[in-house]
């Protein structure tokens, strides 16, 4: 495999946690304006971790890449660290 190969690889694994991830930085930034709280920076950070983590756990289980589950899982998961900043 060549290093641009392997980097593509990467960049499509974890295109999905960087994808539900800005979504819901966007609208967690819509519903907060003039609220104090975590920067955008450190929310966004948390967001990605977050769903690249489920991503790797996904992959650990499961064996492959790309199910349907760990992609469930990586939206309630996202979801929640959210719905955990929006109270912050």
Do not use: E, I, N
């Amino acid at each position: 495999m060549t290093p641009l190969s392997v980097l593509s690889h990467l960049v499509g694994f974890v295109a999905p946690a960087l994808g539900v991830g800005l979504l819901l930085w966007v609208g967690l930034r819509v519903r907060r304006k003039g609220r104090p709280g975590f920067g955008s920076g450190l929310q966004l950070s948390l967001l990605f971790v977050s769903g690249v983590m489920v991503l790797l756990v996904g992959l650990a289980y499961f064996g492959r890449d790309g199910k349907v589950a760990t992609y469930a899982a990586l939206v309630l998961a996202q979801g929640t660290v959210a719905w955990w900043l929006r109270g912050r």
